[in-house]
């Protein structure tokens, strides 16, 4: 570690903390339907949108409408996703002339673009054409995001709104159409146009001409000894892709490496916005949340939870990357940090971003569902490749995907409200909310699909021919590679440990099961969450309440947060990484 | 007190007898079904006595002596656990068993054909009038039947000596009645028709007199019936708050049963890639499920809920279901009459205001004669400070004889005063005789109410003194009732009459308030007199001159606010507003419809009683949720225990992870299991007592209990399964 490496993540996490309230408190203003200074540009377009539409915004849909909404309109962007993938040979905007992908990868990405995970089987620049990367992956990288944005406004209301208050008829949590488009057109596309002109400044391409071919100033051979004097550079719309892919928690690369490529993450610049976009959402929200209820503390004490598990993780990354990787000292490489060597583990690494950046960016795109990458995480040491590991095995709620990762957050805090409210005897509530069995059954079947979800699929495939086929490196380390693929669908992240070949029938089913379970079997029960807490009336806080805004409640929310997610992975995690890192 | 509930079962060793016995009975699958978690324990241990016995065949999966073990020792969880239920059970069924004694078939004398109405009994052949004085018992017709045949709405007699043989109303006649088979309380109680002293429940002795009651209760639905079945608990239904518990409890399963089952195909690859080691064995999954699954509080949540009933019962106060003794513990405003419980039941004289200049030992003796008859509390008070304070020679009423002029008279409704008309020939009161030396004839002396005695003064044709109406006024402001006292028409002084407030019942209110819990005084007093007498008793708010309408208005303003309310009864016009109340207590004393209405009855009919049941109430919600952290925090103990050793022949190196240090991979794995056993035992006297509980601020009591039981329950078992390995290695097992 060095002092340059540390002072750059305490650098980042100052940042995202400054930007936080700003943003908070706009997208504050958009969900309260309060006037902001964008009224006078997008105001005539949002109602000209809902007239288009026939919405009535003013009609308030209860749990269930709200969740047939969202279901439907997913279901459609999933249809034309998967309808556009399977046409874009006939279709235009598609110079390099790609064919048509397969059904069941046309399905896997679908399903994968359309619940927020990004998961990709394919590789962008070999196999999708500009329409297709445009119309069906940008858009829902948009829509996709205002989803989770919507849902956890709902979850919001619930929670503000009562029976003593409402005057209008009780349990409504708003407008699904209305929260679409408001995130959509206030919150996203004005921030992925301010991102994408900064990351074009930094030269990521945004251009419909064909590939091109450039001449290498190092003529190399290929592994047939074949010269090799050229090489096809892919372009294509990127930057307009890469600002929402990072700022939707999306985390699809337009190129198949990701943030790793060139043209999608040129500088150490452009990494850091990048980086920033990754969690600035989900940060901004908890602010949001605190705003919207009417203590912002409540929203700073879930912010200080997550930075500060964020923070631990970060560094711990950062320390087994860092320390380097004796099997690689064992051969000869040297893993000393000099002023000419960066030191510490840079096997699939970037040089322009190195160790911090790199352990930064593997602990932050885990952290939240977002799952782009600037290195490989495949080549980690098995104890910086446990650490994105465990951060999608709390399920996503460290910051999380936008929308997604609060709610699913606030379903631990209503967990730890729980427990801690007996611990102070009374019946447990939650900004005056009683929590009682509807809620805990709710909870606690929100909490327990995602690991059965993970470690049955993964069990399915160590154990079946067809899932066991495509692991080039069996043992601890293959069943991790499994295990991350299993966990990053199965959490909506997207991010691949690679070094398994997941582009098969087999692997893009199950995945794609695996994604559509933890997006909408978490999505549903939460807004049925919602509907029975705005239902119940507000109890007045006492001295005989239990405060959800102290640093024991924050550390309280931390350790339930920690012991969940280490009951339900601790065996797996011994039998991948955990061993890995004692064989070593 | 003196409460049959309050001793020891004298015998223990027959409780805890029973409660082994019962433990077994209860491995019935029926009913180990309603405890998902010791269901599934129950049938891990069927499965591992299965291994066994294959493995005793020869074709185990692991040493059959190993397995044997595994299975013994899970078997002792569950049983362990049903001990727990059987032994919070065991106690209240003792105590059903005693009053079940006093409920024994007995006679009854029914009145023949009876139907009340009005005062009349009519009977087929004639209407007896039941108008006290005109009123011959003998007239009474009377059929002795069987208690068990007097049905809701007969009419009953009894007289001394008989055992009341259903509960009811009083009728008719005034008698003392022993209660203590239901109160445990040994001096006998009045009994009375009308008023609110008219309920009497049946199994209770008549001690004097007569009786004739109205039954109220058919056989078997009767008070004592229900109390049997409330202690018994054999209605007893799962609290809400217990069933949110559950759900949680039976998440935390499945979660632990998905984790242990995918273990096998995980080993499976692992032994297949590393080439080496044997797959974990269904035994050693089995032990893992039930090592992880929250067998703690999942064995001892019935004993839990079952001892915050029983507690109850210690403190003498019968809830009528588990949901209200939980919904004490959540209350957060409590309404409390003053009298009685926040200030004494009487008032005393404390101080004597002499106006219009006369002598305060005029204004003394003046006072004394006026009370010398009066039998209220109050009135003795008076009689006492004129002693104490003025030096005034005691005086009784044996004055009489002496001056046999002396007529006392008696407070009414309607005069609102009371006092005594004096002779001539009494000897002149405070020094200043009247003109014939001695007191002048027909010396009136009254003392009352202030604006019946200014009226009095008025038609005296007397004028009212100057300093008198400030003097009235400055007592009740402090809260005080103010006495006038006149002699002849004449404003003599002002007896300052003060409400006691009771000693360190402003320290409880100012605990109350640490737990959020706002208190509301109740009275009938005058607002003025009210706000004193909160600010002195240190209460939240008051509702003064409290009309039954405005008590039951008040609870739902407190309820519509989201609150939840407790409160106190005992008259007939309480009882809308106690089955309004969340948690509505009535006294024990109370009448039918009262003790009907509400969720608990106090038979000590102690008003105060209220703080201790919403400790209670408190106290049952803390150990469940201690127990519950306690448990979850087990679990990461025993992965370092278990995990190294499952797979211990797959990869040795996995043995980093023993960081216990535990002897071999079998006496890890038992010694997990046995620690898992054992510690339910270990905490059974504190599901039964409940966590200790302290009037704290929630921060507080949340700080200290994750400390003890969330910290202390991630350290124990390390050194729990640590010892209990080192025990199995003394003994030269499975080393």
Redesign the interface.
């Given at each position: 570690m060095t002092l340059n490496g540390i002072l750059q993540i305490a650098v980042y996490l100052a940042i995202l903390i400054l930007l936080a309230r700003p943003l908070g408190a706009f997208m504050a203003r958009v969900y309260n339907g309060e006037r902001t200074f964008l009224d006078w540009l997008l105001g005539p377009v949002e109602r000209l949108i809902y007239r288009l539409a026939g919405v009535d915004p003013a009609q308030e849909m209860n749990w269930k409408t709200y969740a047939v909404a969202m279901q439907i309109f997913n279901l459609l962007g999933l249809v034309v996703v998967y309808a556009l993938q399977r046409l874009q040979q006939v279709l235009p905007l598609n110079p390099q002339g790609m064919a048509a992908v397969s059904p069941d990868s046309s399905f896997n990405t679908a399903v994968s673009f359309a619940t927020n995970t990004n998961w990709q089987g394919y590789g962008g620049e070999m196999t999708m054409s500009y329409l297709t990367q445009m119309l069906a992956l940008t858009v829902q990288n948009f829509v996709s995001a205002a989803t989770g944005m919507a849902i956890l406004v709902a979850f919001i209301r619930a929670l503000i709104r009562?029976p003593?208050t409402s005057s209008g008829k009780a349990g409504g949590l708003g407008n699904f159409w209305v929260d679409l488009t408001r995130t959509t057109l206030y919150i996203l596309l004005p921030l992925a146009l301010i991102l994408s002109l900064a990351l074009v400044s930094q030269g990521v391409v945004q251009t419909f001409s064909p590939y091109q071919t450039a001449n290498l100033l190092q003529p190399t051979v290929d592994g047939s000894g074949n010269p090799v004097t050229s090489q096809l550079l892919a372009l294509g719309p990127a930057a307009s892709q890469i600002a929402i892919k990072q700022l939707g928690t999306n985390g699809g690369g337009f190129f198949n490496a990701n943030s790793a490529h060139p043209f999608e993450n040129p500088t150490p610049f452009s990494n850091l916005l990048e980086m920033l976009s990754i969690l600035l959402i989900p940060a901004a929200l908890c602010y949001t949340f605190g705003k919207m209820v009417g203590d912002t503390r409540q929203g700073w004490a879930l912010l200080a939870a997550m930075t500060i598990l964020l923070a631990v993780f970060i560094f711990g990354t950062y320390i087994a990357e860092a320390a380097g990787n004796p099997r690689l000292a064992a051969l000869g490489a040297d893993q000393q940090t000099t002023s000419l060597n960066p030191g510490g583990n840079m096997e699939g690494k970037e040089v322009r971003f190195g160790v911090p950046n790199s352990a930064l960016w593997a602990t932050a795109t885990t952290a939240a569902s977002n799952g782009s990458v600037n290195a490989m995480h495949d080549s980690f040491t098995p104890l910086g490749g446990l650490i994105p590991l465990v951060m999608m095995h709390f399920g996503e709620v460290i910051f999380g995907g936008v929308g997604s990762g609060l709610y699913g957050m606030l379903i631990f805090v209503i967990?730890a409200v729980?427990?801690?409210?007996?611990?102070?005897?009374?019946?447990p509530e939650y900004l005056?909310k009683k929590?009682?069995?509807y809620?805990?059954?709710m909870?606690?079947?929100l909490?327990?699909i995602m690991?059965?979800t993970v470690?049955?699929l993964?069990?399915?495939a160590?154990?079946t021919t067809p899932g066991?086929a495509t692991v080039y490196n069996?043992?601890?380390h293959?069943?991790s590679e499994i295990l991350y693929a299993f966990t990053s669908q199965g959490n909506n992240n997207g991010s691949a440990f690679a070094g398994l070949s997941a582009n098969t029938p087999f692997y893009n089913l199950t995945g794609g099961i695996a994604m559509l379970i933890s997006r909408y079997w978490l999505a549903v029960p939460t807004l049925a969450l919602a509907g029975s807490l705005a239902r119940k009336?507000?109890?007045?806080a006492?001295?005989?309440?239990?405060?959800t805004h102290?640093p024991?409640?924050i550390a309280?929310l931390i350790?339930i947060v920690l012991?969940v997610a280490?009951?339900?992975f601790?065996?797996?995690l011994?039998?991948g990484p955990?061993?890995e890192h004692?064989?070593l | 007190m003196n409460t049959p509930f309050k001793k020891q079962s004298n015998s223990r060793r027959a409780l805890y007898l029973r409660a082994v016995k019962d433990a077994f009975i209860k491995l019935d699958p029926r009913s180990m079904v309603r405890n998902p978690v010791m269901f599934v324990v129950e049938v891990g241990s069927a499965l591992t006595t299965f291994l066994w016995l294959q493995a005793l065949i020869g074709t185990g999966e692991a040493p059959a002596g190993f397995i044997g073990a595994v299975a013994i020792w899970l078997w002792f969880t569950v049983l362990f656990a049903n001990f727990s239920e059987a032994l919070a059970e065991g106690r209240g069924k003792a105590q059903a068993e005693a009053l079940r004694r006093t409920r024994r078939e007995t006679s009854a004398r029914r009145v023949k054909g009876s139907k009340v109405e009005g005062w009349k009994v009519e009977s087929s052949s004639r209407t007896v009038n039941l108008q006290p004085s005109t009123f011959n018992l003998a007239d009474i017709p009377l059929e002795t039947v069987s208690s068990t045949s007097l049905r809701q709405d007969d009419l009953y007699f009894v007289e001394t000596g008989d055992i009341l043989p259903a509960d009811g109303e009083v009728v008719e006649g005034i008698a003392s009645v022993d209660e203590s088979a239901v109160t445990g309380e040994s001096a006998p109680v009045i009994r009375e028709s009308g008023g609110d002293r008219s309920a009497v429940t049946g199994g209770t002795r008549l001690l004097s007199d007569w009786l004739i009651v109205r039954v109220t209760a058919n056989p078997g639905e009767g008070f004592l019936d229900r109390m049997i079945g409330l202690i018994e608990g054999a209605k007893r239904h799962k609290t809400p708050n217990e069933i949110a518990l559950n759900i949680l409890l039976a998440a935390f399963t499945i979660i632990f049963l998905g984790v242990c089952i995918t273990l096998l195909p995980f080993s499976l690859y692992s032994v297949e890639t590393s080439g080496q080691g044997t797959p974990i064995t269904i035994t050693v999954l089995i032990a893992l499920l039930v090592c992880l699954i929250p067998t703690t509080i999942g064995g001892l949540l019935s004993a839990i809920g079952i001892a915050g009933m029983d507690r109850m019962i210690q403190q003498n106060v019968i809830a009528m279901s588990g949901r209200a003794v939980e919904a004490a513990g959540d209350v957060d405003v409590l309404l409390l009459d003053k009298t009685g419980t926040i200030t004494l039941g009487n008032r005393q004289a404390v101080e004597l205001i002499p106006v219009d200049g006369c002598s305060p030992q005029e204004l003394a003796e003046v006072s004394q004669l006026a009370s010398l008859a009066d039998e209220t509390p109050e009135g003795r008070s008076i009689v006492v400070l004129a002693k104490e304070k003025y030096g005034l020679r005691g005086r009784s009423v044996a004055e009489t004889d002496e001056h046999p002029g002396m007529r006392f008279i008696p407070f009414s409704a309607q005069t609102r005063m009371s006092g005594v008309d004096l002779p001539p020939t009494f000897p002149p009161i405070g020094g200043t005789p009247s003109p014939n030396g001695g007191e002048e004839s027909g010396t009136q002396i009254r003392k009352g109410a202030p604006d019946a005695m200014f009226r009095l003064i008025e038609d005296a044709g007397s004028r009212t003194p100057a300093d008198l109406k400030p003097a009235v006024d400055a007592i009740a402001r402090s809260g005080g009732t103010p006495l006038v006292v006149t002699r002849n028409g004449r404003a003599v002084g002002v007896v300052h009459l003060k409400d006691i407030v009771k000693g360190g019942i402003k320290e409880r209110f100012a605990q109350l308030r640490k737990m959020g819990i706002k208190t509301v005084m109740i009275t009938g007093d005058n607002p003025l007199t009210a706000a004193a007498i909160a600010a002195e008793a240190g209460v939240d708010d008051f509702l003064a001159q409290a009309t039954p309408e405005a008590k039951l208005k008040l609870i739902r303003e407190y309820q519509s606010g989201g609150r939840l309310v407790a409160m106190t009864g005992d008259g007939t016009n309480d009882a809308p507003a106690l089955a309004q109340a969340d948690v509505a207590v009535a006294m024990n004393t109370g009448t039918q419809p009262a003790r009907e209405a509400a969720n608990m009855i106090d038979l000590d009919s102690n008003p105060t009683k209220l703080i201790q049941i919403v400790e209670i109430g408190k106290q049952l919600l803390m150990t469940r949720g201690a127990l519950t952290t306690f448990s979850i925090s087990n679990d990461i103990a025993k992965y370092f225990a278990i995990i190294p050793a499952a797979f211990a022949s797959t990869y040795p190196v996995l043995g980093g992870l023993n960081v216990m240090r535990l002897a071999t991979p079998q006496s890890a794995i038992m010694s997990a299991v046995i620690f898992n056993a054992l510690i339910i035992i270990a905490l059974i006297p504190l599901a039964l007592r409940g966590v200790p509980y302290r009037p704290l601020g929630a921060s507080q009591l949340l700080r200290d209990n994750l400390l003890i039981y969330g910290l202390g329950g991630l350290v124990a078992p390390f050194i729990g399964i640590k010892l209990v390995d080192l025990l199995l290695a003394a003994l030269h097992l499975y080393g």
């Open positions: 009562s003593q967990v729980f427990v801690a409210g007996l611990m102070v005897g009374r019946t005056g929590i009682e069995a809620e805990m059954k909870a606690s079947l909490i327990l690991p059965l470690l049955f993964t069990a399915l160590v154990i066991k069996p043992g601890p293959g069943f009336k507000k109890v007045p006492s001295a005989g309440t239990l405060p102290t024991l409640f309280w350790a012991i280490a009951l339900n601790i065996p797996a011994a039998l955990i061993v004692l064989m | -």
